[in-house]
Structure formats: C-alpha cells, structure tokens
C-alpha cells in the first residue's frame, strides 16, 4: 500500500486544491453580481391576487378548447389578458410605479372639503384688514337675484341686479341699521325696536368678540343660530356663517374660525365647479338641507381662495320649484371701510 500523503492520492489532492484556488481567482476577477430588493409584502399580496383572478377566469371557461398543434412561443407577452386580471394590473402598475408624475392630475387624490376650507382659512388668517371704528361703515357692492314667490306657491328668479350697502357699526342696539341701493333705489335699513349687533346684525366689534378656537365657535353658534321652520338647525348655523362672511368685515382670525368651524358642520361638501351671480366659476362648498331640499353653496376663486359669491337652489322638487332652481345668488364686487352713509370707497 501507498504510504499516506504521497502516490496517486496525493496528485489527486494537489490537483483538486489547485482548481479550488483557479475558481477563486476567476471569482475575484469577475464582477460582483447585481443586488435584487425582496419584493415586499404588498406587492407579494398584488401579485397573488393578480395571479388569483388569472386561474379564476381561465377556471370559468365553459369547456376546455380542443387540443390543438403546438405553435412556436412568441418572443414577446401576450397582450391579452382576462378582463378582471387586466384591471388588477392596471392598478399594480399605478401602486408600483408611483401612479405618474406630480402634474398627473388623473392621478392625484380629489381634495375634500375640510381640506379645502382648511387651505380657505390659511389664506384668510394671512389677509390684511384694517379694524373698523364702531362710528364707520362696511360698504359691500354685489349683483343678486332672489326668487319671487307666485300665489300658487312656485317662485321665479328675477332678473339680477346691482346691490350697495351701507351696514352701521355700532354695537349697541340701534333702529337704523344701514341703507341700501338696490335696482337703482335707496333704502333704509331698519329695525323695529332696534337691535343690537349679533349673529344677525354682526359688525366687526363683534365679530371680533367671537372665539377663534372652531370647535368652542361651533358650539356658540349652535346656540344663538335660530333655523327657520322645517329647517335643520346644522343648515342654520351654515347659512349663518356664510352670511358673517358676506356683507362684513372682520379680523383674520376671526376669518379663518369661521372657515374651521364650517369644516366641522356635517353634510358639508365639495363641489367641483360653481358659478356666482356674475357668472365667475370658482370652487363651491355646499351643504343639502334634507327637510327642505334647499342647497346653499359657496364660491371661492380657485387661485387666490377669495370668497366670491354665494347662491341656493332646489335639491328635489317642491311646491316652490322643480330641482335644480335656483333660488338666490349673489357676488360680492367690491367692499371697504367708509365714514359716512352713502360714500364709496375710493380703492
């Protein structure tokens, strides 16, 4: 016998040691091999999915197809697909690929409308006002249309018209409120026996008196909003609102509550495209009154977020109209800070 670690044994083992260490070398001299990310979890999901509603469709076949001769593989996929895999897809294609540029409006979630009136309120907690004395006058000019009641009980829109107010200041009750030229005619604003400045009178003393924290406002304004009959007190409150955000003047941060505080309203939503009194297209907010199928909706610049107008229509048909009337719409032109009845402001 061969003594051990010499003869054939030995060649064997001195050769296989140098092969081991060629391998090495060529193993180092090649490049290291690309690095894969694991799929994740999701995408794991996706693709089971995916593949689950493949076999599902091909399973719903009615009978298996007649076996046929063998055909030469296509050097690219198919491009038909069941119809429900062909959506899923679809969607992976959006989940993995990041659903398109940032530009991709298509692609980008529609904004609601707490999101909105939140972007309203930033950008009326920024506005400059000047404070109102309580011996001035806010003056707000609008075109408005109202409908008029028949005596059948329908109503017809009247043709628009121009609208200048004068509104009083004062905090403490007064009989005289405000005038007002409305279709070419003067008027005066008056109460009888008076009234005090209020969520129905609010001048800017006022205003200003009001909390700035929404949900402490919220609740303040459920308490003094009275809803006329057969009318949701939450419609009340956001008809309110809308009216403090008219024909006034306030500071910032009063402004800005009042936004957050409508957010907070249920049934508020967000409309797409709405038109004021002027014909200007904005972006409207709205809330439905279930009781008396009466919409009231806001409209807002889409780019600088200015309030521009405001208007109510039918929801359903009723003795006063057929949905979709319209019965009333203003938008506000101009406003400004004045000392006397009558003046207009010069910028």
């Known amino acids: 016998m061969n003594a051990a670690g ?11 040691e140098r092969e081991e260490a060629e391998r090495e070398e060529l193993a180092r001299l090649l490049p290291a091999p690309a690095e894969r990310d694991v799929p994740s979890e999701p995408y794991l999901h996706h693709k089971d999915r995916l593949m689950q509603h493949i076999d599902d469709d091909q399973n719903r076949t009615t009978a298996p197809a007649p076996a046929r001769k063998a055909r030469p593989r296509l050097l690219r996929p198919a491009l038909v697909m069941p119809a429900a895999a062909l959506a899923l897809a679809g969607a992976l294609a959006v989940t993995f690929t990041g659903g398109g540029g940032s530009g991709d409006s298509a692609a980008q979630p529609r904004e609601t409308a707490t999101v909105l009136l939140d972007r309203i309120a930033g950008t009326a907690a920024k506005s400059d006002v000047r404070p109102v004395r309580q011996d001035q006058f806010v003056y707000v000019k609008s075109v408005t249309a109202g409908a008029e009641m028949k005596e059948d009980g329908s109503s017809k829109l009247e043709p628009r018209h121009e609208r200048e107010v004068w509104m009083s200041q004062q905090v403490k009750r007064i009989t005289k409120t405000g005038e007002i030229k409305e279709d070419g005619e003067w008027g005066r604003m008056a109460e009888l026996g008076g009234s005090p400045a209020g969520l129905y009178r609010p001048t800017y003393q006022w205003l200003a008196s009001l909390p700035t924290d929404p949900d402490a406002l919220l609740k303040e ?30 500071p910032p941060e009063n402004a800005a509550a009042l936004y957050k505080a409508a957010a907070k309203i249920p049934g508020v939503t967000r409309k797409e495209d709405a038109v004021d009194a002027a014909g200007r297209h904005g972006v409207g907010i709205a809330r439905v009154d279930k009781r008396s199928g009466e919409a009231t909706e806001w409209v807002f610049d889409r780019d600088s977020l200015t309030l521009l107008g405001e208007r109510s229509y039918l929801t359903k048909d009723v003795r006063a109209g057929k949905k979709g009337d319209v019965m009333e719409k203003t938008a506000y032109l101009k406003r400004g800070i004045v000392d006397h009845y009558r003046e207009r402001p010069t910028s």
Do not use: N, W
């Open 6 to 16: 010499s003869g054939p044994d030995r060649a064997e083992h001195e050769k296989a």
């Open 221 to 250: 304004l459920y308490r003094m909003a009275e809803p006329d009959e057969g009318v949701e007190k939450a419609q009340a409150v956001f008809g309110r609102i809308g009216s403090c955000l008219g024909e006034t003047v306030m």
